[in-house]
């Protein structure tokens, strides 16, 4: 059972560049999530998903965005990178937070902004 | 909005020492209460949760947490700890009914000394 799967691991763009961070779950979750981690400051939710079709905005959107075409999928979407999108960053899936259940979170990415 | 607070920033104790994370949250209704652990280089694993029931719960490597609703605290605490305890430490909270993000503290870094 794979569970979250982020690619890539890690990657370096350059100022301006776009890209895009994968994230799939094969645990037939409805939510999913994507957040970044940077020293000191603990997790900020950027945007999160309750199904498929269905984005709303976390604490940090701006300049990113998302889109949750399937179930299975939750890309993140960078357009132009800037070097504060330096950090690293976690997708996360569950069946239905608050129904005794958690959050499952992938392996991460760690991206540098130069 | 619900927030958490992780006041210890980094802990550093000696091998067999007992150890206990402050976590304070501040929302005025149910809420879901979570530790999780990041080994170096790693992703968030769950270490245990609460629910509803016992406000004493066990997670996995021996660790345990109480929930004190009249302090909004959910303090994680471990009688002795080893070397591979090193990592960090995030507490977590989900606001039952209506929210279904999971809103993170700032982690502890926990640091054993052999």
């Known amino acids: 059972n794979a569970g979250v799967t982020q690619t890539p691991k890690f990657r370096i763009l350059k100022i301006g560049q776009s890209m895009t961070l994968q994230c799939t779950q094969d645990m037939n979750h409805n939510y999913m999530y994507w957040y970044r981690q940077d020293p000191g400051m603990g997790l900020k939710l950027i945007y999160y998903?309750?199904?498929?079709?269905?984005?709303d905005k976390g604490e940090v959107p701006n300049g990113y965005n998302v889109s949750r075409s399937t179930t299975e999928d939750f890309p993140l979407r960078l357009e132009l990178a800037a070097p504060s999108q330096t950090s690293v960053y976690f997708c996360?899936?569950?069946?239905?937070?608050?129904?005794?259940?958690?959050?499952?979170f992938g392996q991460g990415t760690r991206l540098t902004v130069v | 909005a619900q927030s958490v607070s992780q006041h210890n920033h980094h802990v550093i104790l000696s091998e067999a020492a007992s150890l206990e994370l402050g976590c304070n949250y501040s929302y005025g209704g149910t809420v879901n209460l979570f530790w999780y652990v990041q080994y170096p280089g790693q992703h968030l694993q769950l270490l245990l949760k609460y629910f509803s029931g016992d406000p004493l719960v066990k997670g996995i490597k021996g660790f345990e947490a109480e929930f004190i609703k009249s302090k909004f605290s959910f303090n994680l605490r471990k009688p002795s700890v080893q070397w591979s305890d090193t990592a960090e430490y995030f507490c977590a909270v989900n606001a039952l009914f209506g929210n279904e993000k999971l809103t993170f503290g700032t982690g502890t870094r926990l640091t054993i000394i052999p």
């Open positions: 996360a899936s569950s069946i239905l937070l608050g129904v005794d259940t958690e959050a499952f």
């Open positions: 998903s309750v199904g498929a079709g269905i984005t």
